[in-house]
């Protein structure tokens, strides 16, 4: 078990990038995952082994048959049968040569094929330990962090970590065998030489490392860039109709070019660099190359050397080149697979903050009494003094209704989301029909709780599979009912496509209030027993509203039902109404005992029912 730690929500990539740079314990974890897979790594491991000698031979065979084809053009041969023998050994080694050139092809082949297979797999099995790491983690975690920042580690980070195990773990492994076994083979044949020839190696690898870092921070400086601007075209689009009506175009177009600007620059800076570091690599190694080609051509004359001999170290030297650049990209590799490790690590070995107790058992639904028992709650970061809300008790029972109204910010929609455990108490108690919400499992508990927000969210999908999201298996009478109940069939009639017609933005666009309706509609469906309205009908005019409330009384008769409002005519019915004010029940009591109490509910109710051309009158006399 991987130790659980703490997630640093404010940490940005570039500083993230600087820390694990060389993190060696998330790039063991990401190798060690890649060998779980252990038959496809093994036969990759000995396929780029195998690539890897077949290749050191190719310059030893063509060594051998300059020799023996100079051998034959010299005549040194004494007699037919020797000059026969020469010619055999010469087609020998030219087929030695391509053999192990097509060995070579054959290994690297398995080796790109189960890299890459492996590296898949551990995509596809990151993407998905991810995905269901961000369905359980808790909303108190969830309000610290960016939702952009988690979609870049779902997609980017994973994809770097993935490139490791497909390239990385078997690249480093090739190229140490063709650096290491080159030179061997290379001192072998002339120390001296090789000693200029090797020299090659840390200047290019030191200069293809420092370029490669310095191109990948520019590219994180890049992608920095690059998701300003998609969040500028973004909010640009989504804002389109205020940026017209205030004809804020040119003002809009400047930032955007501003931005666009930056990019620009760093763009070309990235080429500066990488042209500038490619060209002093060649030069470097060419120098190298006629340096050994001088050098050795003088021992070849002087007969110290033979013209085959000299040629397997040009050879080597020619299929050096290419590893000896790879060198950076290693080192980038490693580089991008640390941080993306890294970054990615830490939110999967987050223990979720909420979670089902050991010994959870589902919630047991005898009656659906609610209680909140002295309750206090703070989010984090906020002062101790001042916490959201303090000493709540309330108790709703089925076929009641509990209201809750007050100021913006007073705790309201605080207490629905302790309600549905999305957040726990801080002191008190939470429970339904005597069982402690912290002791039973949260699927349980969540699908007796049904929380009908304000601002809604509505899937790109159909109507119909909107309406049903709690409760898929649903017929299609069940999603009518619901639908009529929270007075939103008739429109849907209405329309061409029915409930089969798309919401969101390839389809028809609903109001603030069909919104709504929708929102009640899903969560009528399910059939849980506890019901809260957070403000869920403030978009909606009051009349409607009102037949919405007769509708859901007929429908959900024996529920629990607890309403957040400002609207007093939504909540004016309630059995019991709790005034809160900076999370505290200030007044409680029927609406009629709240009148005649001549406080703070008593004040907001004239003032509602005194403004001219409201819609908030009431239109029925309170019970
Ligand atoms: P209401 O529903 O009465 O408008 P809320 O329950 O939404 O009030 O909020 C109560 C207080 O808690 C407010 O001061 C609000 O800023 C704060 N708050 C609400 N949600 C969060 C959150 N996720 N993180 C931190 N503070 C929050």
């Not at 790594?41 to 190719?58: E, N, R, S, Y």
């Not at 007699?79 to 080694?93: K, S």
């Not at 191109?215 to 909010?235: I, P, V, Y």
């Not at 008739?490 to 609903?510: A, F, H, M, Q, W």
Request: proline share 3%; glycine share 8%; aromatic share 6%.
């Amino acid at each position: 078990m991987q130790a659980t730690k703490r997630f640093d929500s404010t940490a940005d990539s570039g500083k993230n990038a600087g820390q694990s740079r060389m993190n060696t314990s998330v790039l063991a974890r990401i190798t060690k995952m890649a060998f779980r897979h252990r038959l496809r790594m093994a036969v990759a491991v000995i396929a780029t082994i195998a690539a890897a000698v077949f290749q050191l031979f190719v310059p030893q065979f063509l060594g051998r048959a300059v020799d023996q084809a100079q051998g034959l053009i010299t005549g040194t041969a004494a007699n037919a049968v020797d000059q026969n023998l020469a010619e055999a050994a010469l087609f020998t080694t030219a087929m030695l040569l391509l053999f192990a050139s097509v060995l070579r092809g054959l290994a690297t082949m398995m080796q790109n094929y189960q890299g890459e297979a492996v590296g898949q797999i551990i995509g596809y099995e990151l993407r998905l330990a991810y995905y269901q790491k961000l369905q359980s983690l808790s909303f108190s975690w969830r309000d610290r962090v960016h939702s952009g920042d988690l979609m870049t580690r779902g997609m980017l980070d994973v994809e770097g970590v993935r490139l490791w195990v497909s390239t990385g773990v078997l690249r480093m492994i090739l190229l140490s065998i063709l650096i290491g076994g080159g030179a061997i083979i290379l001192i072998d044949i002339d120390p001296a030489l090789a000693a200029i020839a090797l020299a090659m190696v840390p200047i290019i690898g030191v200069r293809a490392s420092i370029a490669r870092l310095r191109l990948r921070d520019a590219w994180l400086k890049l992608q920095e860039e690059m998701s300003l601007l998609t969040r500028a075209m973004e909010e640009n689009l989504a804002g389109i109709r205020v940026v017209r009506a205030f004809a804020a175009e040119a003002f809009e177009m400047a930032r955007f070019e501003v931005i666009s600007e930056r990019a620009r620059r760093i763009s070309a800076r990235r080429i500066g660099l990488f042209v500038s570091s490619t060209t002093q690599m060649t030069f470097v190694y060419f120098l190298v190359m006629g340096l050994v080609l001088w050098l050795g051509g003088q021992k070849v004359l002087a007969g110290t050397m033979t013209l085959g001999e000299l040629t397997e170290f040009l050879a080597f030297m020619l299929i050096l080149q290419m590893p000896v650049r790879q060198i950076g990209w290693m080192i980038n590799s490693i580089a991008r697979a640390s941080t993306c490790g890294g970054r990615l690590f830490a939110v999967l070995d987050l223990e979720p903050s909420i979670a089902n107790a050991p010994a959870a058992k589902p919630l047991a639904i005898t009656n659906g009494i609610i209680k909140f028992e002295n309750v206090s709650f703070g989010y984090a970061g906020q002062g101790e003094d001042h916490p959201t809300l303090s000493g709540i008790s309330f108790e709703a029972r089925p076929g009641q209704m509990i209201g809750i109204v007050g100021p913006p910010g007073s705790g309201k929609s605080t207490i629905a989301s302790l309600l549905g455990r999305y957040y726990d108490v801080s002191s008190g108690r939470v429970s339904i029909d005597g069982q402690d919400i912290r002791d039973v499992t949260l699927a349980s508990l969540r699908s007796a709780v049904a929380i009908v927000q304000q601002q809604p969210f509505l899937f790109t999908s159909s109507l119909d599979h909107n309406i049903a999201y709690g409760a898929p298996s649903t017929d299609r009478a069940s999603i009518e009912r619901s639908a009529n109940a929270s007075q939103l069939h008739d429109y849907i009639k209405g329309l061409p496509e029915g409930y089969g017609t798309l919401v969101g933005e390839r389809g028809v666009s609903l109001s603030g209030g069909q919104r709504q309706r929708l929102a009640i509609a899903r969560s009528i469906l399910p059939e849980s027993q506890v019901l809260v309205f957070d403000d869920s009908t403030a978009a909606v005019d009051a009349a409607t509203e009102q037949r919405i409330r007769h509708a859901i009384q007929e429908t959900v008769a024996e529920r629990t039902i607890i309403i957040i409002a400002h609207r007093l005519t939504s909540l004016m019915h309630a059995n019991e109404i709790l005034f809160l004010e900076e999370g505290h029940i200030v007044e409680r009591g029927s609406h009629a005992e709240l009148i005649a109490l001549n406080g703070r509910y008593a004040a907001l109710y004239r003032l509602q029912t005194t403004q001219t051309g409201d819609d908030n009158l009431p239109s029925e006399a309170p019970q």
